[in-house]
């Protein structure tokens, strides 16, 4: 079993609609991350959280609202969508111990907004 | 603002023949990672780069850290098919915890 999942993998949503993507992971990692990924525009940190009480903006959090509802559990809402919400989006775990650590993704959500 | 700027954004080449991909940047980084992303799958780390001058070998793949730690280069002898894939470059920086990633290197090798 992969050890990020996302769900759901695509979803195809109007304008305005209030939409969750769901992240778990069985790594046991205190630190996950959600990331959009656009055409030209590479990978950008939307929210990450260190842990379950932790939760930070990125870059572009503008729009959405996360929520941690477990260490194994790390939510993005997009609360009313818009179609330049449009795009593939990303969660990722790391342990957090050493400024070198992996980043895990998993799958990816492929999130059309009409 | 892109930090990371990565080059050539595509690049296409025949089986057996050799490329260098560059990620390179303005800022000072802690360390660099390398990953590389499939179609339909999430990003996968291919090595880390910590010490400026630093060369790390992953079979084929030879990654290089700049001396001044703002730069990276990826080398790939005799390509094959299964190197296709988009490889992202991302820099840790020094006191920060977040990567930035480049908006990556799409490479197809052709049979």
């Known amino acids: 079993d992969a050890d990020v999942t996302q769900t759901p993998r695509n979803r195809i949503t109007k304008t305005g609609k209030r939409i969750m993507l769901e992240c778990s992971q069985t790594k046991g990692h205190d630190r996950m991350y959600w990331y959009r990924q656009d055409p030209g525009l590479g990978l950008r940190l939307i929210y990450y959280?260190?842990?379950?009480?932790?939760?930070n903006k990125g870059e572009i959090s503008d729009g959405y609202s996360v929520s941690r509802q477990a260490q194994a559990k790390f939510s993005l809402s997009l609360e009313s969508a818009i179609p330049n919400q449009t795009a593939l989006y990303f969660c990722a775990t790391s342990a957090g111990q050493f400024s070198t650590d992996t980043q895990y993704f998993g799958p990816g959500t492929r999130l059309t907004v009409l | 603002t892109q930090l990371l700027e990565q080059s050539p954004q595509f690049l296409s080449i025949q089986e057996g023949e050799n490329l260098t991909v560059y990620c390179n940047s303005s800022s000072v980084f802690s360390s660099l990672q390398w990953y590389r992303q499939e179609p339909g799958e999430g990003p996968v780390l291919l090595v880390t780069?910590?010490?400026?001058?630093e060369v790390k070998k992953l079979k084929r793949l030879t990654f290089q850290f700049g001396d001044a730690r703002k730069d990276s280069s990826l080398h790939i002898t005799a390509a094959q098919p299964g190197d296709t894939g988009l490889y992202l470059c991302a820099g840790l920086y020094y006191g920060n915890n977040r990567l930035a990633f480049g908006k990556g290197n799409q490479v197809v090798v052709i049979p």
């Open positions: 959280s260190f842990d379950v009480k932790d939760i």
């Open positions: 780069v910590v010490t400026g001058g």
